[in-house]
């Protein structure tokens, strides 16, 4: 060693590895403009699609009139249904074992639905065909509402007419889609009738959407020389995109190549396959030509994958000193004019069972029936694993309920009911192994940062200032704990259309000791090129400036089932760092070789492999990258590279602590959030300041989803929150101040005991506003009242509870 | 959100502007600072085949406060209207409301103009004018004329202004006494679930003058002379605000919409005003 090798201190902090809250490398372009977005791609003569779309919620179509769009000086093409048919493409199969209609086939279901795609060599002369498409339409009765849709006589789904099975069992309607059942009916039926106190609520989780900022969309090229389909989306599974489009088209999966470019945001909505993409496809082959297809925020909003939409009805029962003891919950679930939720093959209502939550609850029982209605298809995982959002809204709604029925303070009946820390690994009633947690110390630290006791003594005192007229303006403490399940998963029991949901990375160290990994995941803001590169440098001892990350391209990335549900983190980070093992096995090597010792008698040390007890003799992993390639060693193939596909063993259960402190004015309904306290445990923590930013995003849609955000219908089918003017998208201006904390249980099973973030703060988020605005007005005999909580609803429930007289 | 193709035409003189108007008739329109019109086109709810940008015309962009009157050019940006010092001391609810009104990007943009001109009851500014008593200046092809503000709403996007007339200015007397603009919206760059101007001159206690309008609770402003009646010769006391409140009650007529049903705007448009009588009165 000489003077000039820097100490151990300084060469770990030149890695910026993990821990170290590297800035964002994506961040360059992005600030600046430079990014590169489905809607930035122009190729040579590409063309321009639009869709005609239903205005109806239900209705027959009689005719379309194609003639006079035709007839528009630069229309090239209008699809429609009866094109697609002889390719078989007028219907597509969706991630739920449905299929939805790429074209109107005869009838719409709701209202956007796709009835006709008009081709243009311009996008403003497409949008100028689509007025002239003319469609005659007859309308029929409309069902918004699942349980009338359970009761009526209108068939919307007259393709499935007559079959009582659908793709996860029996249909006991013909608007009926499935019944998914999980738990023990009996036992949890036992319990309830022998329970000292039984707490029951129906709560309805309203319909709302991701609303990404970049909308979604694609760009088809058919090569008619070579035969290959180019294909570049805005999609957060490219690789699953490959492969449905190959086994939709007939072309051979090699000769399709997916792109997902710069993605701007997904939050679920770009999990599932839409028309567009099929249509500009099947328009570049009849074409011959490039088509891109991008669809308007109206668009994005009123036919892409909605979220929720849930009915839920919980019974809890406990002891009379607050001890759970049974759960029952039946949800009726409106799917839409077609199920397109985006959930592993064997679970329809996703993981709707992780909803015992963060409660140690012996038994229970959990049904959910799925439902079509005159709405757009979807229930995507907006901003959460599968449906876990809404498993932890109502378990921790039912707790609150609980709280009152007992009349107990709602923080220490959560306390008494957590698993505790020495029962993990912790099997659930409905099934999910818990990987570790340490709820109890989260909860204490949270309180005591927030002074739980003094925000109660403030709480009280404002009810009877408010009760003597002095005040106006009552005071909410929102609490919500969370358990949220992610990092699908295992492939013995996860897979989209019988894909396994492993992930993947590729790495290759390069001759002079920079690299490049690969990955099948893909980013949608979530800093993939930074963090994943985190991961690498702290396994292979190579600075992550060195290293690049590349994801997105089917041509060159590895296999992989794409980024949502949290899983990129728990599931291709693990594959990262088991990739980056295996170079690091293979660098021993080399480096024994090097230092002519024994494998066994070297050990890595940060960047280097150095002998046992004499540091001054080593190679650092750019000498030994050099020798990978360039030096002859007996009995080692030359290059340095690895992959690894990576099976988790389990999912990963991050938690995380929440409170929120409101002041919400009785008179206008207007909520004022004066504090909000955020600890999430997402194990070890790669780098800190993009988990922060993490956080920051998933409050924010939590608050929006919590305070107003929504896409509501008319008893009609037309959608009323069509815009960014009545659709709630929060600015700077809404959004609090955060005050973030962390603790850290790393899994167990995950090779760097990370557990993923992105979402739990949404997850934990919606509750935790929502406990806010509702314990405000727990002193004057609120229960419950449904979200969205905008002014007018927050004014209606103080209006019932006779505040305004 | 694709507009239908049309004409753009960027004159320099006013005459140009009034004889494409009346070329065109109902095909075409004036374009202040775009942000009302250019999104009606991209929806399609507005078909002008020939946009005229008033951009280029001069003396529309000017901000007078003199002897008592205060002019402003058509053309002013609701940016301007906030920082221009002279305006906010001769009438500072000018700058109040103006700070209430969409978002600093919009504002950029928007003008005051377009605002008044333009005929939706979300706007802001055609209200405040009603509460100001403002004049409204318009030139046509037969040359000026001036309407006063609280009669130039008729009905959503209907004005007394003709087709081929264009709005140059508004003026008013610099107001007196305490003012207020109180305004709920369900956030940033929203339209008023409920807005109140009002303006109060307070002599030896007791109110000597009032002017009340309420924003976005009828299909045009309403301008309560009620409310005001109510006001006048008390001392702004708990029952005269009451009384005023009841007064405006009878002078709105909402609608329901995404914001609300008819009940809760009616409750929050009294507690609006409510406060906004108090800010005044404490500010008189
Ligand atoms: C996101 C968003 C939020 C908004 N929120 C608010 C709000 O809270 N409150 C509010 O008051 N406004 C709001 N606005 C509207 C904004 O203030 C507009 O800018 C304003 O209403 C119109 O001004 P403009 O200069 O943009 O007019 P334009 O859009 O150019 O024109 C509007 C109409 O007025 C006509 N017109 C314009 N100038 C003249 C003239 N000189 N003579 C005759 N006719 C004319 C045009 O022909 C057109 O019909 C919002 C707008 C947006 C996009």
Request: proline share 5%.
């Amino acid at each position: 060693m000489n003077d000039l090798t820097p100490d151990r201190e300084e060469r770990s902090a030149n890695l910026k590895g993990m821990g170290c809250s590297r800035k964002r490398v994506e961040d360059a372009r992005f600030t600046q403009g430079k990014g590169n977005y489905v809607d930035d791609i122009k190729l040579p003569g590409m063309l321009h699609g639009d869709f005609v779309r239903s205005p109806y919620a239900h209705a027959r179509v009689v005719s379309i009139n194609k003639d006079a769009a035709m007839a528009l000086p630069g229309v090239v093409a209008v699809l429609t249904a009866e094109d697609l048919a002889p390719l078989n493409l007028h219907w597509m199969p969706t991630l739920a074992g449905d299929k939805q209609m790429v074209l109107a086939d005869g009838k719409v279901l709701f209202q956007g639905q796709e009835v006709a795609f008009v081709v243009a060599s311009d996008r403003y002369v497409a949008a100028d065909a689509v007025e002239l498409v003319e469609v005659e339409y007859e309308e029929l009765p409309v069902l918004t509402d699942p349980f009338e849709a359970l009761k009526s006589d209108v068939v919307l789904r007259e393709d499935l007419a007559g079959q009582t099975e659908g793709a996860h069992g029996p249909r006991k309607h013909h608007n009926h889609i499935f019944t998914w059942e999980q738990g023990d009916e009996t036992g949890t039926n036992q319990v309830l009738d022998n329970a000292e106190v039984v707490a029951e609520e129906t709560m309805y989780y309203h319909r709302t959407h991701p609303c990404p900022l970049e909308t979604c969309g694609s760009v088809a090229s058919m090569d008619k020389v070579n035969g290959k389909l180019t294909l570049w989306g805005t999609f957060q599974a490219p690789h699953v995109v490959r492969t449905v489009a190959s086994l939709l088209s007939g072309i051979e999966e090699h000769n399709i190549r997916v792109v997902s470019p710069d993605i701007g945001g997904g939050f679920g909505n770009k999990v599932g396959v839409y028309p567009g993409y099929v249509c500009s496809i099947v328009a570049s082959i009849v074409t011959g030509k490039p088509v891109k297809w991008v669809e308007d925020r109206m668009e994005n909003l009123m036919s892409t994958a909605f979220a929720r939409d849930y009915w839920m009805t919980g019974k809890i029962a406990a002891t009379k000193d607050g001890k759970i003891t049974g759960l029952h919950c039946h949800v009726t679930a409106d799917h839409g004019g077609f199920d397109a939720c985006a959930d592993p093959t064997k679970f329809p209502a996703g993981f709707m069972n992780i909803c015992t939550g963060s409660y140690d609850i012996p038994v229970a029982y959990l049904a959910v029936d799925g439902v079509y209605t005159n709405k757009a298809p979807g229930g995507v995982s907006y901003r959460c694993s599968f449906r876990v959002t809404e498993a932890v809204y109502f378990i921790e709604r039912m707790i609150e309920v609980l709280a009152i029925e007992l009349d107990m303070d709602a923080a220490e009946l959560r306390r008494i009911n957590f698993i505790k820390k020495e029962q993990f690994p912790y099997t659930a009633a409905l099934g999910w192994e818990y990987d570790s947690g340490d709820y109890h110390t989260a909860w204490d630290k949270a309180l005591k940062t927030v002074d739980y006791d003094g925000l109660r003594k403030e709480q009280a005192e404002r009810v009877e200032a408010f009760k003597r007229g002095e005040t106006r303006k009552l005071m909410g403490v929102g609490l919500s704990f969370f358990t949220e399940i992610v990092g699908a998963g295992p492939v013995k029991n996860c897979d989209i259309l019988g894909m396994g949901m492993f992930d993947s990375c590729e790495i290759r160290i390069h001759p002079t000791g920079s690299a490049i990994a690969r990955l099948g995941t893909i980013s949608q803001g979530q800093g993939h090129a930074t963090t994943f590169a985190q991961i690498l440098a702290s396994e292979i001892g190579i600075s992550a400036d060195s290293i690049t990350i590349e994801e997105g391209d089917t041509d060159t990335a590895p296999y992989g089932l794409g980024t949502y549900g949290s899983r990129s983190t728990p599931v291709a980070g693990a594959a990262t760092a088991m990739a980056g093992r295996k170079i690091r096995a293979k660098a021993q090597m080399i480096a024994a070789y090097l230092l002519e010792v024994h494998d066994d008698d070297v050990e890595f040390d940060i960047d280097r492999f150095v002998v046992k007890g004499a540091p001054e003799k080593f190679k650092t992993m750019k000498e030994i990258a050099y020798a990978a390639y360039n030096q002859a060693i007996p009995g080692i193939e030359p290059g340095l590279e690895a992959v690894s596909y990576y099976d988790p063993p389990n999912m990963t259960y991050p938690f995380g602590a929440y409170v929120c402190v409101m002041d919400i004015d009785v008179d206008t309904g207007v909520p004022e959030i004066r504090r909000f306290y955020a600890l999430d445990d997402c194990g070890t923590r790669i780098n800190p300041m993009i988990i922060e930013g993490q956080v920051h995003g998933g409050l924010t849609e939590a608050l929006a989803v919590a305070l107003g955000q929504e896409i509501a219908y008319d008893k009609l089918g037309n959608v009323k929150t069509g815009t960014l003017m009545d659709f709630f998208l929060p600015t700077a201006w809404e959004v609090p101040n955060y005050e973030t904390d962390y603790t850290v249980t790393p899994s167990p099973h995950h090779p760097i005991g990370a557990k993923g973030v992105g979402e739990s703060p949404h997850v934990g988020g919606v509750p935790c506003f929502s406990n806010a605005v509702q314990d405000a007005f727990r002193a004057f005999g609120l229960r419950h009242t449904n979200m969205p909580h905008d002014h007018w609803r927050i004014w209606q429930a103080a209006n019932q509870l006779g505040l305004h007289d | 959100m694709i507009p239908a193709a049309f004409d753009y035409y960027r004159p320099k003189g006013m005459d140009e502007v009034i004889a494409l108007l009346q070329e065109h008739g109902d095909d075409a329109r004036v374009m202040a600072g775009g942000h009302s019109l250019i999104p009606m086109m991209k929806l399609r709810m507005a078909e002008v085949p020939h946009l005229i940008d008033l951009q280029d015309i001069d003396g529309l962009s000017d901000i007078s406060v003199d002897q008592g009157r205060i002019t402003i050019g058509a053309m002013v940006t609701q940016h301007d209207l906030i920082n221009h010092d002279g305006l906010t001391a001769a009438a500072p609810i000018l700058r109040e409301a103006a700070l209430q009104i969409a978002d600093p990007q919009v504002r950029y943009m928007g003008t005051v103009g377009g605002n008044v001109a333009n005929g939706d009851p979300g706007n802001d500014m055609p209200g405040l004018m009603q509460c100001l008593d403002a004049q409204i200046h318009l030139i046509g092809p037969d040359g000026e004329r001036t309407v006063a503000a609280r009669d130039y709403y008729e009905a959503a996007y209907m004005t007394d202004r003709e087709d081929d007339e264009v709005l140059v200015s508004v003026s008013m007397d610099t107001p007196q006494g305490g003012y207020a603009y109180e305004k709920q919206k369900r956030k940033i760059g929203d339209y008023a679930t409920a807005a109140a101007a009002v303006q109060i001159v307070k002599v030896g206690g007791s109110v000597k003058s009032a002017s009340v309008a309420m924003t976005n609770l009828s299909d045009v402003p309403v301008w309560s002379e009620a409310a005001c009646d109510a006001l006048v010769g008390t001392a702004c006391d708990a029952a005269a605000v009451k009384s005023a409140v009841a007064a405006m009650l009878g002078d709105i007529d909402p609608a329901e919409d995404n914001r609300g049903p008819v009940a809760f705007k009616r409750h929050v448009a009294g507690i609006i005003l409510t406060r906004a009588i108090e800010r005044a009165w404490s500010r008189a």
